[in-house]
């Protein structure tokens, strides 16, 4: 069975850390990783990556796919209160573009 | 460009009740995803449409819930009876084609407390 987890699970820090959030997958007929942040009730898209080693930048957000150890990372840089939030990543399946969620990684900065 | 638009965004139902959902995508977005989100888990997939047809229904509880799309536009989700246990958020979500692999946006969705 498909299935997508996250690490940590929740997460407090101060205002100005850096934080790593993790994200592996096991999808048969892998073809993208996404990563998306739900402040209230929507999801809103960050990024999707689909070839491995190559990072995406947003301003004070990165990421990276890993294929060979089947994971990605989201880095935030000098994280603010307005980043506080749920993190959740979904891999894309290439048959039927089927995305599987994982379970979400909470965030908390703390002025 | 418009989002993605569900409505009722509240909904308190007694358990046994019927539900429906409704869901308006992007316009021209043949994909068309209905989800299901628990109070601290991640969204799970209940069905996901490309244009009219189904793609994938394999987690959607048939003997209560049902969904379709019928103009390959506009979609309703129903619950019929609801249970304690759908209390969730039902979110909608649309993509241009998931075939060509193209990321998904998401509604406001709807909360759903069954009491």
């Known amino acids: 069975e498909d299935k997508v987890v996250q690490s940590p699970l929740s997460l407090v820090v101060h205002e100005g850390d850096t934080v790593t959030l993790n994200c592996s997958y096991e999808?048969?007929?892998?073809?993208?990783l996404l990563w998306y942040k739900q402040e209230k009730k929507a999801p809103t898209f960050l990024f999707m990556l689909?070839?491995?080693?190559i990072e995406k930048k947003s301003g004070r957000l990165s990421s990276i796919l890993d294929k060979k150890e089947l994971s990605s990372i989201l880095n935030i840089t000098a994280t603010q209160t307005g980043d506080s939030a749920i993190y959740l990543c979904?891999?894309?399946?290439?048959?039927?573009?089927?995305?599987?969620f994982g379970q979400g990684t909470t965030l908390q900065v703390k002025p | 460009e418009a989002g993605v638009a569900q409505s009722p965004r509240y909904k308190i139902i007694e358990k046994r009740q019927s539900v429906a959902f409704w869901c308006n995508p992007i316009?021209?977005?043949?994909?068309l995803y209905w989800y299901q989100q628990i109070l601290g888990q991640g969204p799970k997939l209940l069905i996901q449409f490309q244009n009219n047809g189904v793609v994938d229904d394999s987690q959607l509880p048939k003997d209560r819930f049902s969904a379709e799309r019928l103009k390959g536009v506009d979609s309703t989700l129903k619950i019929q009876p609801a249970k304690l246990e759908d209390s969730a958020v039902y979110l909608c979500?649309?993509?241009?084609?998931?075939?060509?692999?193209?990321?998904?946006?998401f509604g406001q969705g709807t909360r759903l407390t069954v009491v």
């Open positions: 979904a891999s894309g399946s290439s048959n039927t573009g089927k995305l599987i």
């Open positions: 979500a649309s993509s241009l084609d998931a075939g060509r692999n193209t990321e998904a946006f």
């Open positions: 999808v048969t007929n892998f073809r993208s």
């Open positions: 689909t070839s491995s080693g």
């Open positions: 316009s021209g977005h043949a994909t």
